[in-house]
């Protein structure tokens, strides 16, 4: 597997979305800039937010599209494009329904989910295959009220869960940019408490 070059969270933006479900990928990307002590500045050739980030010596872009949830692959293919990345060299945080908070899962290829910004990636770029963290943000158990539960705040415990297991993923981030996914995946499936 190819070292990675590209972090992308996925969210909607400004203040009205900031602290909701939907936004749990651009956590991510905050925190990876945080702690890499840079800060995002916007892009508009590539519709979205970019920082230069250096770990361990890694240089790396974070990308946060500025556009909002469904129209994020047009942000994506652009800085795949802009910064010459192969998307297996990307890895997309998002929010995950199908996991509870504070469970987060690596994954490679396969199906968008229904998640709207993964559906307009594939649109994009025509296949699924890049890296994602699927960060669990749980199910309201109805269909019909998913939309006011992804654009809703978490509770106090849950959003403490969801941040909680952003941390177990950064905790991962050596062995993400040296390309060793498979050993990033087991240490965060069996520390969020899931083996494949």
């Known amino acids: 597997m190819s070292a990675?070059?590209?972090?992308?969270?996925?969210?909607n933006p400004g203040a009205d979305y900031a602290l909701t479900r939907h936004n749990a990928g651009f956590w991510f990307a905050d925190r990876l800039a945080g702690?890499?002590?840079?800060r995002f500045a916007h892009e508009a050739k590539l519709h979205g937010e970019t920082a230069r980030a250096s770990f361990d010596g890694h240089a790396i872009w974070l990308l946060k599209p500025s556009t909002f949830m469904n129209?994020?692959?047009?942000?994506?293919?652009?800085?795949l494009r802009y910064?010459?990345?192969?998307?297996?060299?990307?890895?997309?945080?998002?929010?995950?329904?199908d996991l509870a908070p504070g469970v987060t899962r690596l994954k490679f290829d396969g199906g968008h989910g229904g998640q709207n910004g993964l559906r307009d990636t594939f649109n994009h770029l025509g296949h699924g295959k890049f890296h994602r963290l699927r960060v669990g943000i749980g199910h309201p158990g109805q269909k019909d009220k998913v939309t006011p539960w992804v654009l809703g705040r978490p509770s106090r415990d849950d959003e403490i869960s969801i941040q909680r297991s952003l941390d177990t993923a950064l905790d991962q981030l050596p062995l993400l940019l040296r390309g060793d996914f498979n050993e990033a995946m087991k240490r965060l499936h069996t520390n969020t408490g899931i083996r494949d």
């Open 4 to 11: 990675l070059r590209l972090i992308v969270g996925l969210g």
């Open 35 to 38: 702690q890499a002590g840079v």
């Open 71 to 79: 129209r994020s692959g047009q942000s994506i293919a652009a800085a």
């Open 83 to 97: 910064f010459k990345i192969e998307p297996e060299q990307m890895l997309v945080a998002h929010d995950e329904l």
